[in-house]
């Protein structure tokens, strides 16, 4: 089966209203002087920067997600930002579950999972984060806690072409330290399988599980290579065009 990748740009808490503009109309030049990539590509910075990306890649194939959303529509939840604000402004995309927010922000698989139902409910596409720590790998337990993770975060009436699945181990984000592509391969064959069993074969098949943890243009290629990567979710190497670019162009024809 073959899945179009989605390279996806998860700015995290970085650059100002210049950083962000230069960088997201950079890549909007690269995406259209390449024409038709054979890549998707979307971009997630702060809230703050929102307005500025989504102006700089107008016109471009460039997507725009956000990098959290509330579970409400509206309400009194000061700080938060629901993903009917984020449809609003013309994002596609809201990252949930990211292993940050799990940590920081206590966020649980049920949290997630009523994210990620709002997300649908406004129209955006959730990127639902799934992964194991360093502790849990070390004892065993990868793919047990990713099949916790994953039926616990996943909305319902997930389909193919709503809902992102992205595993990261916690011990690769940020790090420096990249699962190799067959340890990657192995979690991402157990999430296929598993959503073949949760959705068919159809949909299972299709929906696009992307890898993310240190990502970068020199193990790209041989990640996106392995059978069940069907892209990026990338911190750092997210930050600079060229990098970012390059990343993006090591998926394979
Ligand atoms: P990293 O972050 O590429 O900097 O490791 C990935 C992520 O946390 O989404």
Known sequence: MARRKLIAGNWKMNCLSADGQALAAGLAAKMKAAGAARFD?????PFPLLSTVLAAVAGSAIAVGGQDCHAKEKGAFTGDTSAWMLKDLGCAY???G???RRTYHKESDA???AKAQAALAAGLKPIVCIGETLEERDAGQTLEVNRRQLHGSLPDGTTADKVVIA??????IGTGRTATPAQAQEVH???RAELVGRLGDGEGNALRILYGGSMNPGNAAELLAQTDID?????GAALKVDDFWTLAEHSPR
């Not at 590509?41 to 910075?45: E, F, S």
């Not at 595993?167 to 690769?172: D, K, L, M, Q, T």
């Not at 892209?231 to 911190?235: N, S």
Request: aromatic fraction near 8%; charged fraction near 15%; include cysteine.
């Open 41 to 45: 590509m979307a971009i997630c910075p």
């Open 94 to 96: 809201v990252i949930v």
């Open 98 to 100: 990211h292993s940050e």
């Open 111 to 113: 949290d997630i999972k």
């Open 167 to 172: 595993y990261e181990p916690v011990w690769a």
């Open 189 to 191: 064959a157990m999430i």
């Open 231 to 235: 892209g990026g979710l990338i911190g």
